[in-house]
């Protein structure tokens, strides 16, 4: 019974506290990346050689996590032969555009030159 | 008077100096507006060729710069250095004209311009076709070399002084061209009135002498009136010659000025003015004092002629016309018609005749006033409309009273 109830909050809670961006990016992202041999930095890098300002590069990366096609990926056409292209996103809006802020943050180029 | 033929005309004359200086003006201005013209299409020119210039050197750099960024794309971030180079600065901006990365000294003012020039630098904004490191814009910065902006300026000031120098020269040829029908037409007219009034001296002075000859005891009266309008016609073309006269000829006269008894003088030409006067049946008052004044003769008598005859002129039929002569001042008044207060100043004009309904040319009173004008006096006007005019010439102005 007091495993069912630790069990029960532990669920619970999960969905009830509002994650931080870091998590969302974390385990939604970088979880399944990590086994992919592209790093998410080389994918960033795709993306704003492709669509290069800030405001086009977010909306090209939510537009692709929420409907993934061949046509609009970034990604070259051996990666996508031997991966494939990934699934939609289970994350609602509000989570995914905190993520894909999270994402640009970590990688953008502005500041980073020298 | 002796009349000269000579046909030494001052062929400047006020209304011609007018002409020239307006056609002057003009011509300047459109000559200066042309240069302005020509100048802003040539500075245009060379600031477009000097910006062909610099695009292709300036390309070469961006190409050099776009193959070391692709590196450096390639490499990111284990390579974080922005490439460089001693022979320009640069800057790399996203496609949001958000700066990423920049060496440029000024600012970038545009990005849809392709080569612009900014406080003496030269910018050249390059559009990337693959956007590495999310850069859309490359823009190239490299000094401004201002030898081309002072060639020009010095090109545009030597060429543009001797363009209008040498378009002067034309503008005093082409007024000299078409002023020259106009100079001939005065010419025309001047000799035309110097004939006139020379072929007028001799039949006029025969008639008014033939008439004073004429023997009037045998005549019969209506035979008498008929000769005295003849003499007063001949006095009345007398007067009309004596202005054309001294206005044709007026500036070849040489001024010759003695002491003139002004009464006596008066009196004289009185002699004259009775018998026109008689035909209108004026009165005339005369308040005469001794008066002596340092004037050339013709001049004086031109100035009493004009003043009486205009106040005979204007005059109604049985009215009176009062001369005063006091030594601070000569003035004739009359009882006619008066003149409107608006025509008063006008009425020393050249050719000015307020009246048509008398015959004239209108240059008997402009006469007055110049002779007065040239010995300082003052001259005043005082008219009522149907009452009548007082026309005062005050000596006191400048001393000539003697």
Same mark, same amino acid.
């Given at each position: 019974?007091?495993?069912?109830? +630790?069990?029960?909050?532990?669920? +619970?809670?999960?969905?009830?506290?509002?994650?931080?961006?870091?998590?969302?990016?974390?385990?939604?992202?970088?979880?399944?990346?990590?086994?992919?041999?592209?790093? $998410?930095?080389?994918?960033?890098?795709?993306?704003?050689?492709?669509?290069?300002?800030?405001?086009?590069?977010?909306?090209?990366?939510?537009?692709? $996590?929420?409907?993934?096609? $061949?046509?609009?990926?970034?990604?070259?056409?051996?990666?996508?032969?031997?991966?494939?292209?990934?699934?939609?996103?289970? +994350?609602?809006?509000?989570? +995914?555009?905190?993520?894909?802020?999270?994402?640009?943050?970590?990688?953008?180029?502005?500041?980073? $030159?020298? | 008077?002796?009349?000269?033929?000579?046909?030494?005309?001052?062929?400047?004359?006020?209304?011609?100096?007018?002409?020239?200086?307006?056609?002057?003006?003009?011509?300047?201005?459109?000559?200066?507006?042309?240069?302005?013209?020509?100048?802003?299409?040539?500075?245009? @020119?060379?600031?477009?060729?000097?910006?062909?210039?610099?695009?292709?050197?300036?390309?070469?750099?961006?190409?050099?710069?776009?193959?070391?960024?692709?590196?450096?794309?390639?490499?990111?971030?284990?390579?974080?250095?922005?490439?460089?180079?001693?022979?320009?600065?640069?800057?790399?901006?996203?496609?949001?004209? @958000?700066?990423?990365?920049?060496?440029?000294?000024?600012?970038?003012?545009?990005?849809?311009?392709?080569?612009?020039?900014?406080?003496?630098?030269?910018?050249?904004?390059?559009?990337?076709?693959?956007?590495?490191?999310?850069?859309?814009?490359?823009?190239?910065?490299?000094?401004? %070399?201002?030898?081309?902006?002072?060639?020009?300026?010095?090109?545009?000031?030597?060429?543009?002084?001797?363009?209008?120098?040498?378009?002067?020269?034309?503008?005093? /040829?082409?007024?000299?061209? /078409?002023?020259?029908?106009?100079?001939?037409?005065?010419?025309?007219?001047?000799?035309?009135?110097?004939?006139?009034?020379?072929?007028?001296?001799?039949?006029?002075?025969?008639?008014?002498?033939?008439?004073?000859?004429?023997?009037?005891?045998?005549?019969?009266?209506?035979?008498?009136?008929?000769?005295?309008?003849?003499?007063?016609?001949?006095?009345?073309?007398?007067?009309?010659?004596?202005?054309?006269?001294?206005?044709?000829?007026?500036?070849?006269?040489?001024?010759?000025?003695?002491?003139?008894?002004?009464?006596?003088?008066?009196?004289?030409?009185?002699?004259? /003015?009775?018998?026109?006067?008689?035909?209108?049946?004026?009165?005339?008052?005369?308040?005469?004092?001794?008066?002596?004044?340092?004037?050339?003769?013709?001049?004086?008598?031109?100035?009493?002629?004009?003043?009486?005859?205009?106040?005979?002129?204007?005059?109604?039929?049985?009215?009176?016309?009062?001369?005063?002569?006091?030594?601070?001042?000569?003035?004739?008044? %009359?009882?006619?018609?008066?003149?409107?207060?608006?025509?008063?100043?006008?009425?020393?004009?050249?050719?000015?005749? /307020?009246?048509?309904?008398?015959?004239?040319?209108?240059?008997?009173?402009?006469?007055?006033?110049?002779?007065?004008?040239?010995?300082?006096?003052?001259?005043?006007?005082?008219?009522?409309?149907?009452?009548?005019?007082?026309?005062?010439? %005050?000596?006191?102005?400048?001393?000539?009273?003697?």
């Amino acid at each position: 019974m007091i495993k069912k109830i +630790l069990i029960l909050s532990i669920v +619970l809670s999960t969905f009830m506290v509002a994650k931080t961006p870091k998590e969302i990016y974390e385990k939604n992202c970088v979880e399944c990346h990590a086994t992919l041999p592209s790093s $998410l930095e080389k994918m960033f890098m795709s993306y704003i050689k492709t669509y290069s300002g800030e405001r086009d590069t977010k909306i090209a990366i939510k537009t692709f $996590l929420k409907k993934p096609d $061949l046509d609009t990926s970034v990604m070259s056409e051996v990666f996508l032969d031997k991966f494939g292209v990934k699934k939609p996103t289970k +994350l609602n809006d509000k989570e +995914l555009d905190s993520a894909i802020e999270y994402y640009f943050n970590q990688y953008k180029i502005k500041g980073r $030159l020298n | 008077m002796l009349v000269s033929r000579s046909k030494d005309i001052n062929l400047f004359r006020q209304s011609e100096k007018v002409s020239l200086i307006r056609f002057l003006v003009l011509y300047t201005i459109l000559v200066a507006s042309l240069l302005l013209l020509i100048s802003i299409f040539y500075y245009q @020119s060379q600031e477009k060729l000097m910006y062909a210039q610099y695009t292709k050197l300036l390309n070469t750099y961006a190409n050099s710069q776009i193959k070391k960024l692709k590196n450096l794309h390639h490499y990111f971030p284990q390579q974080t250095r922005y490439p460089r180079s001693t022979k320009f600065k640069s800057a790399i901006y996203d496609s949001e004209e @958000s700066r990423i990365f920049s060496l440029l000294e000024k600012e970038p003012q545009y990005f849809d311009n392709k080569i612009y020039r900014t406080d003496g630098k030269i910018h050249l904004v390059h559009t990337l076709d693959t956007y590495y490191l999310g850069a859309k814009y490359l823009i190239i910065e490299v000094d401004e %070399d201002r030898t081309w902006l002072e060639n020009t300026l010095k090109y545009i000031l030597i060429l543009g002084a001797i363009a209008f120098v040498i378009l002067s020269i034309f503008g005093v /040829f082409f007024v000299k061209l /078409f002023l020259k029908p106009m100079r001939d037409a005065i010419l025309l007219l001047d000799d035309f009135i110097k004939d006139t009034t020379h072929e007028l001296n001799t039949p006029i002075s025969a008639i008014l002498n033939n008439i004073e000859m004429i023997d009037t005891s045998q005549m019969s009266e209506k035979n008498k009136k008929r000769l005295t309008r003849i003499d007063i016609a001949s006095k009345s073309v007398s007067l009309l010659y004596q202005d054309l006269t001294y206005f044709a000829l007026g500036h070849k006269m040489q001024k010759k000025d003695e002491e003139i008894d002004i009464k006596a003088l008066i009196l004289n030409r009185m002699e004259y /003015f009775f018998a026109i006067g008689n035909s209108k049946n004026i009165e005339f008052i005369l308040n005469l004092e001794e008066v002596y004044l340092f004037i050339d003769k013709a001049k004086i008598t031109r100035v009493i002629d004009n003043l009486v005859s205009n106040a005979i002129k204007y005059n109604k039929r049985n009215g009176t016309i009062t001369i005063d002569l006091t030594p601070m001042g000569f003035s004739v008044k %009359d009882s006619g018609i008066g003149i409107p207060k608006d025509k008063i100043e006008s009425m020393f004009d050249r050719y000015s005749r /307020f009246n048509n309904t008398e015959g004239g040319f209108g240059i008997g009173l402009h006469l007055v006033k110049s002779i007065v004008v040239e010995y300082g006096f003052a001259i005043k006007v005082q008219s009522s409309l149907d009452v009548g005019t007082q026309i005062y010439v %005050d000596f006191r102005s400048k001393g000539y009273t003697l």
